[in-house]
């Protein structure tokens, strides 16, 4: 009996720790998709309503904590550059690529904190990033081989353009969520070949109103 009741209270601490462990990640997910990665650990804690101590027990430092909450986007990225492989049209597979992963940034604060920062400590966000690039560099040489993209674009210009954008998203991201889309698409323009037509921006710029709501909101934040 005593056998059976000491089997029964290890399930029961394996399986609170493991709904700690969860309660941790959705914290930490919550805080940095609103507020970015530069957050501690001090403030997971807090909005998990868990004691400090519980978050240090399981994540040793930050750079754990975000491996762990960004693998699966970072994963999710590395399946959507694989699939933009598979589309026909090289120039929309490359310019869906590019929208999706300005998408999932823009509602996702922390993602481009991750993307656009150094790896140390975040084995798995590693590992995924190695994935990404050969795939990204497919959808490149396919889009140059079809005579879609202008022939002098290498891939790191792409890293450049989503780092622009992700500026973008988030100086508007208080007053004109959307607008991301607008400068997105000029600098589609920007990189495609000669001879094709300019796209249609759909989206209005930012209003005198909207850049001065948004500067000061960069100023207070």
Not at 35 to 48: E, F, K, Q, S
Not at 65 to 71: M, N
Request: charged letters at 30%; aromatic letters at 6%; glycine letters at 6%.
């Amino acid at each position: 009996m005593r056998i059976v009741s000491t089997v029964t209270a290890g399930r029961r601490l394996r399986a609170d720790a493991e709904r700690n462990r969860r309660k941790i990640l959705d914290a930490a997910a919550d805080l940095f998709a609103t507020r970015g990665i530069d957050i501690t650990l001090d403030d997971v804690a807090r909005h998990a309503k868990v004691g400090v101590g519980t978050v240090y027990r399981r994540f040793t430092c930050k750079q754990e904590l975000v491996d762990g909450v960004f693998e699966q986007r970072m994963d999710d990225m590395a399946e959507a550059a694989d699939a933009a492989l598979l589309q026909e049209d090289p120039w929309e597979a490359l310019v869906d690529f590019l929208a999706l992963t300005c998408e999932w940034m823009s509602l996702n604060r922390g993602l481009g904190d991750v993307f656009f920062s150094i790896d140390d400590g975040r084995e798995q966000i590693a590992c995924a990033r190695k994935r990404i690039g050969p795939a990204i560099e497919k959808l490149v040489e396919r889009a140059k081989a079809a005579g879609v993209l202008r022939p002098d674009l290498e891939v790191n210009d792409l890293f450049a353009v989503s780092c622009m954008v992700d500026a973008v998203i988030d100086f508007a991201r208080p007053v004109a969520p959307e607008a991301w889309r607008r400068y997105l698409a000029i600098m589609l323009d920007g990189m495609r070949a000669e001879g094709f037509g300019r796209s249609a921006l759909d989206i209005p710029p930012l209003t005198d109103e909207q850049v001065e709501a948004a500067k000061a909101a960069r100023h207070c934040s």
